[in-house]
């Protein structure tokens, strides 16, 4: 089974500044892959960013960038440059290759401040 | 990339009575779909999982009988509430995803907020 944990309820930024949202996990598979959900006040889930377990580079996507620790499961997201729009509920999620179900974590509410 | 929606957006019920959500896969065939269930604040818990044509598997804790799931054809799964009741009030959420697709996402659809009087 697997368990992701994401330790940071809330978490702000001003406008143009970085953060970073974090998630740790745990499984027994040798792979897998990580997400980062964004979920905005209309509760449509996007996705942000996809890591595949087996590669070494970090994944990215524009503004946002995660920083994968295979060996200490860690999966942390780094958004630089906040804008407004950034403001939503970021879910960590895992999910193994065997199957397609995803266990998410806790989620942390991201606020961006002006 | 691909999309799903769900229907209704809102809906209201009297406690007692049924209520179905629709789930559609408007551009790519979803061999298997999932069932979600969010209380507000906090994270999706996965309800069941369908795939087209067999019976949904359900989660730990989540009544078959209550929580009635359809996954008839690879476009279209279905979820009932029967006999809601006020705590049956929630937001659930579906997503598709591709059998054979390893490296693919789940494809959620934007919701159904359920609110029972």
């Known amino acids: 089974a697997q368990t992701v944990t994401q330790s940071q309820p809330e978490m702000s930024v001003q406008e143009a500044e970085t953060v970073t949202l974090s998630c740790t996990y745990d499984?027994?598979?040798?792979?897998?892959?990580l997400f980062w959900y964004k979920q905005p006040p209309s509760r449509q889930m996007i996705l942000v960013i996809r890591q595949e377990a087996y590669k070494q580079q970090n994944a990215t996507e524009n503004r946002f960038s995660v920083n994968f620790q295979k060996a200490a499961k860690s999966f942390s997201l780094k958004i630089s440059d906040s804008q407004l729009g950034d403001a939503a509920m970021y879910f960590c999620a895992s999910r193994d290759t065997s199957g397609s179900r995803l266990t998410f974590g806790e989620g942390t509410q991201l606020t961006v401040n002006p | 990339g691909a999309v799903v929606s769900q229907h209704p957006s809102w809906v209201i019920c009297k406690s007692g009575t049924s209520v179905k959500i629709e789930c559609r896969s408007l551009?790519?065939?979803?061999?298997?779909m999932f069932w979600y269930r969010q209380f507000p604040k906090q994270s999706l818990m996965l309800m069941a999982t369908s795939n087209e044509g067999s019976k949904a598997t359900y989660e730990q804790g989540v009544e078959k009988d209550k929580f009635l799931i359809n996954h008839a054809s690879l476009t279209l799964s279905t979820l009932t509430v029967t006999s809601a009741h006020p705590e049956d009030s929630s937001f659930y959420i579906c997503?598709?995803?591709?059998?054979?697709?390893?490296?693919?996402?789940?494809?959620f659809g934007p919701g159904t907020r359920l609110t029972v009087t």
């Open positions: 997503s598709g995803g591709r059998q054979g697709v390893i490296q693919d996402e789940q494809y």
């Open positions: 551009d790519f065939q979803a061999t298997t």
């Open positions: 499984t027994s598979e040798s792979d897998y892959y």
